[in-house]
Every structure is written in structure tokens, then in C-alpha cells.
Nanobody, 123 residues
Framework: VQLQASGGGLVQAGGSLSLSCAASGAIYSLNVMGWFRQAPGKEREFVSRITRSTGMQYYADSVKGRFTVSRDNAKNTMYLQMDSLLPEDTAVYYC?????????????????WGQGTQVTVSS
């Protein structure tokens, strides 16, 4: 499985950005696709995930109500709509994919990772 993330950029606080993650390869094996982020000097953290079959979504408390994850299985693509962005959302955002059905908030559950895309929110 290969993942290609795109859509990062620079935006002012309160603005919006949309990220995309295109998957290719053995898509049929995937259960979940997710987003993680890593801010400068911090560990990578879970942001959101979506189950490919049911579309069930999960969010970190820090982004709940502001970010929306979605997927288009026909295009093998996952999206992250980020609204009401805050300076603390500044990070490199990574998309990831997992064949697992448990521990899905943890990085270790995700075997496949995209290259990361920078999101910078100015105050």
C-alpha cells in the first residue's frame, strides 16, 4: 500500500485547509485510514481516523468539532477538512493506513504511512 498526502499550506488562524490522502496498492486489505500530526519538538499524535467500510469517524479531543474526516472509496482517497484552525494546529500532518481492528489510536497499529504535509497556522 502506498499513501500520498497533499493539501497543506499556510493559513491564518480561524481559516480552513483541506488535506487529501490517495491510497494505491492492496487497498482491499485496509480497515482504517487515519491522520496523525507532529508539531516541532513534540511527539507525533493521533488526529482522526475513519473506517473504510462503515465510514465511522473518531477524533482527538483537540480537533473535535473543527476537523472532519471523510473518504471516497471509489477514489481510494481520504480527506481531512480543517476549519477554525488554531496556531497550535501547526504541524506536519501524516496520513496512515491500518489492517488492524484494535489499538487504532496508536501509531504502531498503522503499517502504512504517507510522506507528510506541512500545515502552518499563523496568529
Amino acid at each position: 500500500v502506498q499513501l500520498q498526502a497533499s493539501g497543506g499550506g499556510l493559513v491564518q488562524a480561524g481559516g480552513s485547509l483541506s488535506l487529501s490522502c490517495a491510497a494505491s496498492g492492496a487497498i482491499y486489505s485496509l480497515n482504517v485510514m487515519g491522520w496523525f500530526r507532529q508539531a516541532p519538538g513534540k511527539e507525533r499524535e493521533f488526529v482522526s481516523r475513519i473506517t473504510r467500510s462503515t465510514g465511522m469517524q473518531y477524533y482527538a479531543d483537540s480537533v473535535k468539532g473543527r476537523f472532519t474526516v471523510s473518504r471516497d472509496n471509489a477514489k481510494n482517497t481520504m480527506y481531512l477538512q480543517m476549519d477554525s484552525l488554531l496556531p497550535e494546529d501547526t504541524a506536519v500532518y501524516y496520513c496512515a493506513a491500518s489492517t488492524q481492528y484494535y489499538d487504532l489510536h496508536a501509531e504502531g497499529a498503522y503499517a502504512y504511512w504517507g510522506q507528510g504535509t506541512q500545515v502552518t497556522v499563523s496568529s
